[in-house]
């Protein structure tokens, strides 16, 4: 199923993100993410997606990715993705 975040993110010129996603711990499968551009003229890279198993106490499931903003200015966006099927 699609979605996309309700937080508009900032990210500054040169500057990379690393981002940590969660349901509660549980198996969403495949996951894709993207860091949507809100203004027009923005652009990013999105790189390292991860789904990692954690043991620790409450563990379960996370995804991660990171973001890099390679222009001069700053950008805003939000993440959206889905399942793949």
């Known amino acids: 199923m699609a ?12 500057a990379t ?15 894709y993410f993207m860091a949507h551009p809100v203004f027009v003229g ?5 790189s390292n997606q991860t789904k990692a ?12 990715a990171t973001v890099n903003n ?3 200015a700053r950008a805003t966006f939000v993440w959206e993705g889905g399942g793949v099927i």
Do not use: C, K, N
């Open 3 to 14: 979605w996309r975040s309700s937080m508009s993110i900032v990210i500054g010129p040169g």
């Open 17 to 31: 993100q690393r981002w940590t996603f969660s349901w509660g711990g549980a198996d969403r499968g495949v996951q």
């Open 42 to 46: 923005e652009t990013l890279v999105l």
């Open 53 to 64: 198993s954690v043991a620790a106490v409450g563990g379960g499931i996370f995804y991660a």
């Open 70 to 72: 390679p222009g001069l």
